[in-house]
């Protein structure tokens, strides 16, 4: 079996996976995502019991319990790019055997939650409620780079979408669905709907400061799809990096965001910490069930 070359999987002076610090041991098969190094303690103060700590940059991770449930609660940092490390390393942790830089011969799967915040994209949806994206679309490149194939439904609707939004510059859309398995469980108190993510904050997500943007109508052609009971109800920037990676890498995703913004309504959270912490609370309830 060939080996992984230590310039391709980096490993440090513990025996850890370089950019998120964790080993085999110090990862659970339950894995929560948070754009935030800051709200890993947030949701880490719900736990019964925290065994380990770690951090390394902006990846700080803490692994316990809520009642029997083993977590790891991770923070990624912003955008599809931190999403690529940490996805990538979640999963070499789990099955990749850095002794012998070789791949596991039984493939171990993880369920992965991103919690994180959103802006709304239908006035229906307001603010600080919970959706939990049935799929991912991504307007950023990250799946561009590899060797990624849509489903037919999955591609029934990109082609829709791009038909609808008529998107101008090198925006190349892909899509990837949501693990079934999880959403299941996110039903009762949740909106649920396409998640849209984008490279950036400002102008990717249609937002003018000072710059004119190359899709002026952005939200309102986002706002305005629907394809059959599918519909567009949020954007962000890290949804469909998770779920496209986690796929091709045979992980069951779920990306649950509260909305502190109503983009359509113009309207901002009055207390998005309230509404971020009701996201956690209600979450782990989950959970700790599936």
Same mark, same amino acid.
């Given at each position: 079996?060939?080996?992984?070359?230590?310039?391709?999987?980096?490993?440090?002076?513990?025996?850890?996976?370089?950019?998120?610090?964790?080993?085999?041991?110090?990862?659970? *098969?339950?894995?929560?995502?948070?754009?935030?190094?800051?709200?890993?303690?947030?949701?880490?103060?719900?736990?019964?019991?925290?065994?380990?700590?770690?951090?390394?940059?902006?990846?700080?991770?803490?692994?316990?319990?809520?009642?029997?449930?083993?977590?790891?609660?991770?923070?990624?940092?912003?955008?599809? *790019?931190?999403? *690529?490390?940490?996805?990538?390393?979640?999963?070499?942790?789990?099955?990749?055997?850095?002794?012998?830089?070789?791949?596991?011969?039984?493939?171990?799967a993880l369920a992965i939650i991103r919690l994180g915040t959103s802006g709304a994209l239908q006035e229906d949806i307001p603010i600080d409620s919970l959706v939990?994206?049935?799929?991912?679309?991504?307007? *950023?490149?990250?799946?561009?780079?590899?060797?990624?194939?849509?489903?037919?439904?999955?591609?029934?609707?990109?082609?829709?979408?791009?038909?609808?939004?008529?998107?101008?510059?090198?925006?190349?859309?892909?899509?990837?669905?949501?693990?079934?398995?999880?959403?299941?469980?996110?039903?009762?108190?949740?909106?649920?709907?396409?998640?849209?993510?984008?490279?950036?904050?400002?102008?990717?997500?249609?937002?003018?400061?000072?710059?004119?943007?190359?899709?002026?109508?952005?939200?309102?052609?986002?706002?305005?799809?629907?394809?059959?009971?599918?519909?567009?109800?949020?954007?962000?920037?890290?949804?469909?990096?998770?779920?496209?990676?986690?796929?091709?890498?045979?992980?069951?995703?779920?990306?649950?965001?509260?909305?502190?913004?109503?983009?359509?309504?113009?309207?901002?959270?009055?207390?998005?910490?309230?509404?971020?912490?009701?996201?956690?609370?209600?979450?782990?309830?989950?959970?700790?069930?599936?």
């Open positions: 079996m060939n080996k992984i070359a230590e310039s391709e999987l980096i490993i440090n002076s513990r025996g850890a996976v370089y950019h998120i610090d964790l080993r085999a041991e110090e990862l659970a *098969d339950t894995v929560i995502t948070v754009g935030d190094p800051d709200r890993v303690a947030v949701i880490s103060k719900h736990f019964d019991k925290i065994e380990i700590k770690r951090q390394h940059r902006e990846f700080v991770s803490h692994t316990g319990y809520i009642g029997k449930k083993r977590i790891t609660v991770i923070s990624t940092g912003i955008g599809p *790019d931190n999403i *690529d490390i940490v996805l990538n390393e979640l999963d070499a942790v789990k099955n990749i055997d850095f002794e012998t830089r070789t791949i596991k011969p039984n493939h171990s939990a994206g049935t799929h991912g679309l991504g307007l *950023d490149n990250l799946l561009h780079y590899y060797q990624f194939k849509m489903n037919n439904e999955e591609e029934q609707l990109l082609q829709q979408f791009i038909a609808h939004t008529q998107l101008s510059g090198s925006i190349q859309p892909y899509i990837s669905s949501c693990s079934a398995a999880i959403i299941k469980h996110f039903v009762k108190g949740f909106h649920q709907g396409i998640t849209v993510t984008c490279p950036g904050f400002y102008g990717p997500q249609g937002r003018v400061l000072r710059l004119g943007l190359s899709n002026p109508f952005l939200v309102e052609r986002l706002s305005s799809f629907h394809f059959g009971n599918h519909r567009i109800s949020n954007f962000e920037m890290e949804t469909s990096a998770i779920y496209g990676l986690g796929k091709l890498l045979g992980h069951h995703c779920l990306s649950v965001n509260v909305i502190v913004a109503n983009r359509v309504r113009k309207e901002f959270s009055k207390d998005g910490a309230a509404a971020i912490e009701k996201m956690i609370s209600t979450c782990l309830g989950v959970i700790e069930g599936m």
